[in-house]
């Protein structure tokens, strides 16, 4: 079974290239365009690794938020 990895970027363009690079490489690649949808991917995609873009102007708060929300999964 193929190690599944999560991709959580809003720029679709960049999420379409690194899913079929990571599909090629032979992982399975899924891709959320948002932290809210990524978090209703968790439950039932359970990844191997997530991807998330680093969003310099992003608060720290909503860091916080998705980093906590992730841990519980």
Not at 4 to 19: F, H, K, S, W
Not at 27 to 42: D, I
């Amino acid at each position: 079974m193929s190690q599944r990895v999560l991709l959580v970027d809003d720029d679709e363009d960049i999420v379409e290239l690194i899913t079929f690079v990571l599909n090629r490489a032979g992982y399975q690649a899924f891709s959320a365009l948002s932290g809210t949808e990524a978090l209703k991917m968790l439950r039932n995609l359970r990844p191997d690794l997530i991807e998330i873009e680093a969003i310099v102007g992003l608060p720290r708060q909503c860091q916080k938020w998705m980093s906590r929300s992730i841990h519980f999964y």
